[in-house]
């Protein structure tokens, strides 16, 4: 059977029109380890200190996930590269769930990237002196370790596109639950997802709330436009003097948000720095005019078009149709381990 397969040489052509997209969910936590490392070790010495010290090397890298699906030990392979320095590659027992997402990003033009950290020790030849005693004798060779920062595959980016209006998204932060979500399950449950869980853009508004003999002013929270829920007034204080200083040069504030649940019930938890913990180099660059930090539609591709074209977590079992990772106009069957030569015509 030929097999059809996505245009990769016409992909890696494009890469140039492509928008590096720093991978969500992990943060500081390399959860996952590559593989692969050791057939590797000339490309990764590229990141390492000369000589790498008797007590090791921690160095901590950008990198970017490639499919490589011409790779004869597995096609659901993924490359993890650091330029043009191929440093391993997922562990094959996680590839065929991550491949997907990431062919779906780079088809978005998306270029998919996650932090990582490199751990080297030195390796050496041992003598016995004159006096018996064992030594170590310096060499170049060296063994390593790579860790990803890279949460799990549907966790990577979030169910909806950036708010339309120019916005800031504020740095990532502690945790902050959102209250009064049972009230709005009608707008949340459209977001929940099978997985339980899912990353999404809210975005954060001071209003005025009219009590019976006073006001007070809360954070709304909401998702596309539809309100969600608010903040407690403590917690509004530490939010409200950043939205209103965003809002007073024509921005808003979006923040990153993680909705779990299912359709009866659903939460949602902010993670976003107060005002008090933003950098005064933060705040210089989100309200000046130039402001790298601010997005406006133009500048924001669609992240929901990506999602679309998502086939669901592959999963064992049952096994199904999914959207071909390789040829977007057909489905094949995965089953429940490897992709299949079974296809049908997507739609």
């Known amino acids: 059977m030929v097999r059809a397969s996505l245009d990769w040489g016409s992909m890696r052509a494009r890469a140039s029109d492509t928008v590096v997209f720093e991978l969500w969910g992990q943060r500081g936590w390399q959860r996952v380890d590559v593989a692969g490392t ?36 597995d096609r659901n392979a993924v490359k993890v590269m650091a330029g043009n320095a191929l440093l391993g590659h997922l562990p094959a027992e996680l590839a065929a769930a991550y491949q997907p997402r990431i062919v779906a990003l780079l088809k978005g ?9 490199i751990r080297a020790w030195p390796e050496g030849n041992w003598m016995i002196d004159h006096r018996g005693d064992s030594q ?36 990532i932060g502690r945790s902050v639950q959102v209250n ?20 999404v853009h809210v975005t954060l508004h001071a209003i005025t709330l009219q009590l019976a003999r006073s006001t007070r002013r809360v954070v709304e929270v909401r998702l596309d436009g539809d309100r969600v829920g608010q903040l407690t007034p403590k917690m509004s204080g530490e939010f409200i003097p950043a939205v209103e200083a965003l809002e007073s040069v024509g921005l808003g504030t979006a923040v990153r948000a993680v909705l779990k649940g299912n359709a009866l019930k659903a939460d949602v938890n902010l993670f976003a720095v107060r005002s008090g913990e933003l950098s005064q180099e933060w705040l210089a660059e989100a309200l000046s005019s130039r402001s790298p930090a601010a997005s406006t539609p133009s500048q924001s591709p669609e992240l929901v078009d990506v999602l679309s074209a998502l086939p669901s977590e592959p999963s064992a079992p049952p096994a199904g149709w999914y959207l071909d990772p390789f040829d977007g106009s057909v489905l094949r069957w995965w089953d429940g381990a490897h992709w299949t030569d079974g296809t049908h015509p997507n739609g």
Not at 138 to 163: C, K
């Open 38 to 73: 050791g057939y590797h070790l000339v490309d990764i010495a590229r990141f390492l200190p000369k000589p790498i010290p008797d007590t090791g090397a921690d160095v901590a890298v950008s990198v970017q996930l490639i499919p490589d699906p011409e790779n004869r030990h």
């Open 109 to 117: 033009g998306y270029a998919p990237q996650c932090g990582a950290r």
């Open 136 to 171: 170590r004798v310096a060499t170049d060779r060296f063994q390593a370790s790579i860790g990803l920062d890279l949460a799990e595959p549907h966790m990577l980016f979030p169910l909806n596109p950036p708010p339309t209006p120019a916005h800031v998204v504020l740095p």
């Open 180 to 199: 009064g979500t049972d009230a709005h399950m009608a707008t949340l449950r459209p977001w929940t997802r099978p997985e339980g869980e899912g990353w």
